[in-house]
């Protein structure tokens, strides 16, 4: 008879147990299944990690198990709100931008007779500990010599109250037939700001059968 256990293998940051622990006393042609528990310790980065885990016969390895644990940006309801306008590009923008995809989140610019409308986040990125930034990528509609669709990524920083000469914003809008606005800038007037409100954390479960 053998004891099968298994192993994770550069699985940190994530805690990976398993239930029973091991098995005794078990005779070839059985067949053991293990419960893993993965939990996502506060504060990990989101991004995935991949591992393996190793199953053992005595100190035989008979079988493994690789791994790929995606941790989501974690759900947050901050959201950084406000407008005005650039003090060198001269852009006028205004709206409210969430650190998360799901929540509708607006924005628009106007500049030398064009505007830009935002229409779907696609990715963001908020700092913490205060909140002060948010960063995102999008697609919107681009109204210049036609209507076109084209793409965004932005960074605007809440830098103190009143936003004038302090508050930043880098912004730049594009497709496949060139780059309509690119800018980085201080606002000459308005003012942003970051709302904090909450984080949601998160774990996560999985299983496996190993035959014997």
């Not at 607006?106 to 935002?118: D, H, N, P, T, Y």
């Not at 930043?168 to 594009?174: A, F, H, K, L």
């Not at 909450?198 to 014997?212: A, H, K, N, Q």
Request: proline letters at 5%; a negative charge.
């Amino acid at each position: 008879t053998f004891t099968i256990t298994a192993n994770p293998v550069g699985c940190e940051p994530l805690n990976i147990t398993f239930s029973p622990s091991e098995y005794t006393d078990v005779s070839g042609g059985e067949t053991v299944s293990f419960e893993e528990t993965i939990e996502v310790p506060e504060g990990t980065p989101p991004g995935t990690y991949e591992c393996d885990v190793e199953f053992y016969a005595d100190d035989t390895l008979i079988g493994s198990q690789h791994l790929a644990i995606t941790v989501p940006q974690p759900k947050t309801d901050n959201y950084i709100t406000g407008g005005g306008y650039t003090k060198n590009s001269n852009v006028r923008l205004a709206g409210r931008l969430f650190c998360n995809t799901e929540d509708k989140s607006s924005l628009i610019l106007r500049w030398k007779a064009r505007q830009f409308v935002l229409r779907d986040v696609t990715s963001v990125n908020c700092d913490s500990g205060p909140f002060t930034t948010n960063c995102g990528m999008g697609v919107g509609t681009y109204f210049g010599r036609g209507i076109e669709t084209v793409n965004i990524e932005w960074c605007i920083t809440d830098n103190g109250t009143p936003g004038r000469n302090k508050d930043t914003v880098e912004i730049r809008i594009w497709n496949d037939k060139g780059t309509y606005l690119d800018t980085t800038d201080v606002l000459r007037s308005g003012d942003f700001k970051a709302v904090e409100v909450e984080v949601d954390g998160g774990s996560g479960r999985g299983g496996g059968i190993l035959p014997f």
